[in-house]
């Protein structure tokens, strides 16, 4: 087996248990998307041109609630600006890569597959570090160095069409479950699951607990206005407590 | 707005985000603020979402205990917290919802 496929199935074998997680969010949002009246080909599309999970499930609702386009374009936005972090933080990994490598591999940065590889390549940054120390010597590591690209790749598209699956199956389900299973209810629980883990210290939680009161006050704002004035707000107060302490 | 010019134009900002530094600025470090400030959209953007939507039914804010997604959510809140278990939390709160509302018929 070449090294580089090696390092590709090893990319895809590290995935394997977050696709546990992948696959029902998967589905939810293939039926939600249904739901909302969008038809199953975009559904479908939707899931490899945007290819950001919560964004996905957010575009659904505001899809399904008639907002104006430009305000339904600016909310993705503003729940992937996260992906720059991913980006400016894995970049130094991809220095010397060509130029349609790096295009290519952009196209699967994903909260998953950022979570993956740089686990992955801190660890090998360790070893090297031991190895010039003297106390480990490979050819596995070389390798592992050397293609560490074709590991990205292999956990970004088992992600990737893992998330294609999930979606397919999910619009079929769509179509057959009642609306009186109320699955639209999974949104937020979907949403509830990735913002707790996030809440780690007091100025996350206090910009959290900020854009929620804001989105309450601003309810009645035109086109969901009040989403994005709460987001803003929310960023605004955590910052603030970040820089004063 | 047609559908897919909204998909289009989203999956392009995305991917513009995606691909940013990887490509365009490469060895550039992300300014002090803007990361700092980005570390809050998760927390601030997703509450944001989730606070109207339990809250709020058909316009109308329904801050009772006749509101059983809200109990339901509060309940989803705590497995979320307690187990950081994601698949969990959701069943968690589907079956309270469906529990109450089969009770409540």
């Known amino acids: 087996m070449s090294s580089k496929y090696r390092e590709f199935l090893s990319g895809v074998k590290a995935v394997i248990p977050i696709l546990f997680g992948v696959i029902p969010f998967g589905m939810i949002y293939g039926v939600l998307a249904l739901d909302s009246g969008m038809s199953p080909i975009a559904s479908q599309a939707m899931s490899s041109i945007v290819f950001a999970g919560s964004s996905q499930f957010i575009a659904t609702q505001l899809i399904g609630n008639a907002v104006v386009g430009v305000v339904i374009v600016i909310t993705i936005g503003v729940v992937n600006l996260r992906h720059l972090l991913y980006s400016a933080s894995i970049s130094p990994y991809f220095v010397d890569l060509s130029r349609p490598w790096k295009y290519l591999l952009a196209y699967f940065l994903t909260d998953e597959a950022y979570a993956v590889a740089i686990t992955h390549f801190r660890n090998f940054d360790r070893n090297e570090k031991e190895i010039l120390q003297g106390e480990k010597k490979n050819e596995v590591l070389f390798s592992q160095k050397r293609y560490k690209h074709w590991y990205y790749l292999g956990a970004g598209f088992g992600l990737w069409s893992t998330w294609q699956i999930s979606t397919v199956v999910g619009i079929y389900m769509g179509a057959i479950i009642p609306e009186s299973w109320s699955l639209d209810f999974t949104l937020s629980l979907t949403l509830i699951a990735l913002v707790i883990p996030t809440l780690e210290d007091r100025a996350s939680l206090l910009s959290a607990l900020t854009a929620g009161l804001i989105a309450v006050l ?28 | ?26 060895r550039k470090e992300i300014p002090n603020n803007i990361r700092i400030g980005l570390q809050f959209v998760p927390p601030a953007v997703l509450t944001a979402i989730i606070v109207p939507e339990v ?30 278990n994601a698949i969990l939390t959701v069943v968690v709160g589907m079956l309270v919802l469906l529990i109450l509302q089969m009770l409540s018929n």
């Open chain 2, 55 to 84: 809250l709020y039914s058909d316009s109308v804010m329904q801050l009772t205990i006749r509101n059983y997604r809200l109990i339901a959510a509060v309940l989803a809140c705590i497995v979320a917290w307690k187990t950081k």
């Open chain 1, 218 to 245: 601003a309810f009645s704002l035109p086109y969901k206005l009040g989403l994005l004035a709460a987001a803003f707000c929310g960023i605004l107060v955590g910052m603030l407590i970040r820089k004063n302490s």
């Open chain 2, 1 to 26: 707005m047609n559908i897919w010019v909204i998909m289009v134009a989203a999956g392009l900002i995305t991917y513009m985000m995606r691909v940013f530094f990887i490509v365009l600025v490469g």
